[in-house]
């Protein structure tokens, strides 16, 4: 069964089509016969009931849609559905219909912003560029009929975007959260920016929350950079990934402790003992000192030990006792005195003194061998001497054997002949 409200819409859709022909009746039952015979169709009659319609039909309906548009419990997209009403009211709309809607303008725009208050950032970023579609739209309507109207919508379409859209993630960065939703936020301003022609005015925004941020402070920011996605924030990628890098080169970076722990429990330990050779800071150095200075890891001793920065520790003592403990040992000695700034922290003269110990070692280590060598050919010899002695000593047996068996032979034919 069809409502009231069909039957109400399907005039105002068939007034709207005679305003677009110009009340041509042959126009309008070539678009829309079936309306044109339900109203009658001959031409003064039909002419008649779409006058009689107009009157009783649109302004009432007007009024409607100019209530509608400010009625406080409407949400964004109950404006939009008005607004496209509206738009195409206007193409036609009367001057005493336009000073109404002009009279009201500011405050349709004012409610339909205030919807998008509350909304996520993504969301917002989704509505603001549908409302200024809207508005574009609006203005290029509005301008054919009323210049005033239209330079309102198109001046609105362009504040949507480039100060209310702004304002709205200048407020979400500023208080910006380093976890997973914010990683998605990110990804949609950024998306949405690199739509522009001029990315870096938004992206600027986003750039300086992020110059405000100590990335050597927290673990989330750390971890945070780390895992965003080069191909979903480009720029700000490159942004975030240089200045994380920064914190291990420029040497005058603190880096928390919390970041240290967690870098060398991912197996980058090299990454932290890099850090602590080239760190220029020399209160946080001794504070890093304190925490892993002779703790049995020799590797983070040896960092603080390469670093130039004066600090209140007595590497040399510490050198000293490692020396001591392998005054045998050539190139332990060695190794550990070509470690970098060794040379420089236990002086020019202890320096001279481990290299004739280690050269020392290495002349006796050789005599040592040539000895062994020379004790070992030695052997050899004697082992060839006794092997010679016992080739003379058996063919001395062997012959032995052959005179007795020989003298025994003879004594047998002897015994033989005399029998005879």
């Known amino acids: 069964m069809i409502t009231q409200e069909q039957i109400m819409q399907k005039l105002e859709e068939f007034l709207a089509l005679a305003k677009e022909l110009n009340y041509d009746p042959v126009a309008l039952y070539d678009k829309d016969p079936l309306m044109m015979q339900i109203l009658g169709g001959g031409t003064v009659a039909t002419l008649a009931v779409l006058f009689i319609f107009g009157k009783i039909i649109t302004k009432p309906n007007l009024e409607k849609l100019l209530q509608n548009l400010e009625n406080d419990e409407n949400d964004f997209y109950d404006y939009q559905h008005q607004l496209a009403k509206l738009a195409k009211v206007l193409a036609s709309a009367k001057p005493d219909f336009l000073e109404q809607v002009k009279a009201k303008k500011e405050s349709i725009y004012e409610r339909e912003l205030a919807t998008l208050t509350e909304l996520s950032i993504d969301a917002k970023l989704e509505r603001f560029q549908e409302m200024a579609k809207s508005y574009v739209h609006l203005g290029d309507v509005a301008g054919r009929k009323d210049e005033e109207l239209g330079e309102f919508y198109s001046q609105k379409a362009q504040e949507i975007l480039n100060e209310k859209l702004k304002d709205a993630i200048r407020v979400y960065m500023e208080e910006f959260e380093f976890n997973e939703d914010g990683m998605h936020d990110l990804e949609a301003i950024v998306a949405y920016a690199n739509t522009l022609e001029e990315p870096y005015t938004i992206l600027n925004i986003v750039t300086q929350k992020l110059d405000s941020v100590d990335f050597g402070a ?14 979903g924030l480009v720029q700000i990628y490159d942004y975030c990934i240089e200045k994380q890098n920064k914190l291990f080169e420029d040497g005058n970076s603190i880096i928390g402790v919390e970041i240290l722990e967690y870098l060398i429990e991912n197996d980058e330990k090299e990454k932290v003992l890099e850090y602590v050779k080239s760190l220029t800071i020399d ?31 007595d590497y040399a003592n510490y050198l000293e006792s490692k020396f001591t403990n392998m005054w045998r040992e050539a190139d332990k000695l060695e190794d550990l005195l070509e470690k970098e700034n060794v040379k420089n922290v236990i002086g020019h003269d ?47 047996q062997e012959q032995k054997m052959q005179e007795v068996e020989q003298e025994l032979l003879e004594a047998q ?4 002949q005399t029998k005879k």
């Open 218 to 231: 927290s673990l989330d920011v750390f971890t945070f950079v780390r895992a965003l996605d080069e191909d």
């Open 350 to 396: 202890r320096a001279r003194k481990i290299i004739e110990r280690i050269d020392e070692l290495r002349e006796n280590f050789d005599a040592k061998k040539a000895l062994e060598v020379a004790q070992k050919a030695a052997q050899e010899a004697k082992d060839l001497v006794e092997k010679a002695k016992e080739l003379v000593t058996k063919k001395e």
């Open 413 to 416: 034919t002897s015994e033989e």
């Open 283 to 313: 209160t946080y150095l001794q504070e890093l000192n304190y925490r892993y200075f002779g703790q049995g890891d020799e590797e983070f001793d040896l960092a603080f030990i390469a670093n130039p920065t004066p600090i209140n520790r």
